[in-house]
């Protein structure tokens, strides 16, 4: 058996339970449970991965059903499977198996829905140690994660500090600046104020025009307007009777905005804008640049170039305030995707910081 096939039958997905689950709002959720997908070798040293906004934990995922770092993870990877056990969750509030707006609750034998309650990224990082628990992880060496996932994997380094070994953050910063907010909002205000939506109606096939806007403005943002401008060339897909022109780019946010809405939960997806609107690493500690004073493991942060969320030389600036932290400049046209693309032009630095073992006081590269 080859070792890509030999991963694959080792591949293990499935919940766990966490219990009762107390949020930092004070609410409880009932009987909480977080969906996994593990990988790798059993035996090596645990990494956990975080997921972004519309991920699952299905990072490595299967040949049928490719997941979102296959490029990064398997034998002999950049995430070496062959030495390192991968743990990935879907995060509470999620909706690809951990309890979210579109499970049942227990209190009702109802769907949460619109009442499923706010949640920070605290909150995620809670739950996902809760599961560690129950799963029997004593450590981790290294927890990694891009975007919200990036949010995760810093607030795993301020509330759990001598847990892991390293971490590390692609396209992420401390908090996330007025004009990602500003079109989270966006995205917000299209969905709220949908018809449908509004309504409370779930009817299968029933278009949720407000998520499909939300999901165009999304997609405008994480990536840079050069990307855009060379691949569509303001390319004319048709013509009305009018004249009016239909573009090859407006076919495409069209695609997208409808594929995002047969896969991903409306409900979960106003859950994980609220949470990544909200977070600041610094809350209740002294600010962003005292969190990070803090951070015992060794920090790797990787910025983006013409990421217009999280600009790289806010990451730069807090790689800055760690103790020990480095620095990873990319040069890219795909803005904030970045972290999920081109995986030979920065892979290479997450394998030697995997396997080094030396700490840096401060670096760059």
Sequence with gaps: MSSKNLLEANRKVGKVRIGDFALESGQVITDAELAYEITGNTKGPVLLLCHALTGNQHAYGSE???????????PEGYIDTNLFHVITFNVIGGCSGSTGPAEVNPETGKPYHKTFPFITVRDMVRAQRQALDVLGVPR?????????????AMEWSVQY??????????????????????????AIHAIVNDPVYRSGRRVE?????GLEIARMAGLLTYRQPKLFNDRFQREIREKDV?????????????????????????????????AMNAYDI????????????????????????????????????FVKHTRYGTYYSIETDFGHD?????????GPYVKNALTQERRLQYGTY
């Design 205 to 209: 096939g029933e278009r949720l025009v």
């Design 140 to 152: 981790l060496f290294a927890v990694l994660g891009g975007s919200l996932g990036g949010m995760q």
């Design 338 to 346: 970045g972290f999920l693309v081109e995986f030979d032009k920065w």
């Design 242 to 274: 009018e004249g009016k022109p239909y573009f090859q780019v407006d076919s495409y946010l069209n695609y997208q905005g409808e594929k995002l809405t047969k896969r991903f939960d409306v409900d979960s997806y106003l859950t994980l804008l609220y």
């Design 161 to 186: 500090p001598y847990f892991m070994e390293k971490v590390f953050i692609f396209a992420a910063t401390p908090f996330l600046n007025d004009y990602g907010v500003g079109f989270n909002r966006m």
């Design 282 to 317: 610094g809350d209740k500690l002294g600010g962003w640049k005292r969190a990070a004073s803090q951070i015992q493991a060794e920090v790797h942060a990787f910025g983006y170039e013409g990421d217009l969320l999280y600009p790289p030389e806010v990451i730069e600036a």
């Design 64 to 74: 049928k059903e490719p997941g979102w770092w296959r490029g990064l993870i398997g």
